[in-house]
């Protein structure tokens, strides 16, 4: 069996789309109707699986169908079902491109090599990606832009990210 580990969120379920059990899908791919082209999707335990059918864009979203949901109810009941593909179905990434759970977790750095904080989430509200850093001597998380200016360096053979942080930010 595959743990977690091994697989990537890529989407999640917002709920039911009409009243003949279509649901509306949240996609987390890059190019949002790939979702469908990774095979069946699981919850992150594995306990469940799908097999997704897209029918149409929707309002913040994609319209689809799951095997074995027919009814508003059935579909209604999987709202907010995140769904997971194993890594070994995703595509190679390039060099300067990362999944986003590979980054949560690791160790975040200033250039002059103090830790800042571990990353904590990779979040993005339309104007590119942030990075939340935490660090337990800090009120608040940190949000820095995931840019080459701001994050220089993503090691992730050593578990590190370079932040370089504009002036007076911390």
Same mark, same amino acid.
């Given at each position: ?11 999640? !379920? *917002? ?9 509306? +899908? ?6 949002? @109707? #790939? !979702? *469908? %082209?990774? $095979?069946? +999707?699981? =919850? @992150? ?8 059918? +897209?029918?149409?864009?929707?309002? $913040?979203? &994609? ?6 949901? *027919? =009814?508003?109810?059935?579909? %209604? ?18 060099? %300067?491109?990362?999944?986003?759970? %590979?980054? !949560? ?16 989430? /990779?979040?993005?509200? $339309? *104007?590119?990606?942030? &990075? @939340? ?8 998380? &940190?949000?820095?832009?995931? =840019?080459?200016?701001?994050?220089? =360096? /993503?090691? &992730?053979?050593? $578990?590190?990210? !370079? #932040?370089?942080?504009?002036?007076? +930010?911390?």
């Amino acid at each position: 069996m595959t743990t977690s580990s091994e697989r990537i969120c890529v989407g999640s !379920i *917002a709920g039911a789309f009409g009243v003949q059990g279509e649901v509306r +899908l949240k996609s987390y791919c890059a190019d949002p @109707e #790939a !979702i *469908a %082209d990774y $095979g069946p +999707l699981f =919850t @992150e335990d594995g306990s469940r699986s799908f097999q997704i059918k +897209l029918t149409r864009p929707v309002a $913040g979203g &994609l319209g689809a169908r799951i095997a074995g949901v *027919a =009814t508003k109810d059935q579909a %209604d009941a999987l709202r907010g079902t995140d769904l997971y593909v194993d890594r070994a179905r995703l595509p190679s990434l390039p060099d %300067d491109e990362f999944y986003h759970s %590979d980054l !949560i977790g690791l160790d975040v750095y200033d250039t002059g090599g103090v830790l800042l904080g571990k990353l904590r989430a /990779v979040h993005n509200h $339309g *104007a590119g990606d942030l &990075l @939340e850093i935490y660090a337990p001597n800090r009120k608040q998380a &940190l949000l820095i832009p995931f =840019t080459k200016a701001a994050v220089p =360096t /993503v090691d &992730l053979a050593s $578990g590190r990210v !370079i #932040a370089d942080l504009p002036e007076g +930010l911390v």
